[in-house]
């Protein structure tokens, strides 16, 4: 039997919710990507270009530090990986999540949240921070705060 994690990064609270519920509907256990600096209402301002965020984003090789709490990624087969979507692409942080561990191997279903935006050209932006033989999945975009139903539809289309 596989074992799932839904591992997350969620600066607002938006998709924090999102992988509460959706770790419920697959088993699965809940991991927080924390940076060490949390964002504050003003670094997540993208209209101002001297934010944090704004600045992270224009970099992208720079990698937030985050909080070591040991994600045991290899107890798991499947990893859900959720953020929001930050200038049509997952924040870095969530680049820096992917190169501290292994994740050969594995499977991971992205989903994402946004205010408007797409997941576009997240999966091939993620990539490089994993082995080749990461399998990625593109589950989609999951906003709108889905309820347990609406997640179980989601999952049973993605293993259809």
């Given amino acids: 039997m596989s074992k799932n994690l839904v591992a997350y990064f969620s600066a607002s609270g938006v998709t924090r919710r999102v992988a509460k519920n959706l770790a419920q509907v697959v088993k699965g256990d809940l991991y927080e990507i924390k940076p060490v600096v949390p964002y ?23 990698r937030p530090e985050i909080v070591d709490d040991d994600a045991h990624i290899e107890n798991y087969d499947t990893i859900y990986l959720g953020f929001p979507i930050w200038w ?7 680049n820096t999540f992917l190169e501290k561990y292994d994740f050969s191997g594995k499977k991971i279903i992205v989903f994402a949240t946004s205010g408007g935006s797409g997941i576009g050209g997240t999966i091939e932006n993620l ?11 593109a ?3 999951l906003n709108h705060n889905p309820n347990i139903e609406d997640l179980k539809q989601w999952v049973s289309i993605l293993d259809a």
Avoid at 88 to 94: E, L, S
Avoid at 127 to 137: G, L, R
């Fill in 127 to 137: 990539k490089p921070s994993v082995d080749k033989s990461t399998v990625f999945v």
């Fill in 88 to 94: 049509y692409v997952a924040p870095t942080i969530v």
């Fill in 40 to 62: 504050t209402d003003a670094d997540l301002n993208w209209m101002d270009k001297q934010a944090r965020s704004t600045k992270e984003m224009n970099d992208k090789s720079f």
């Fill in 139 to 141: 589950g989609g975009m």
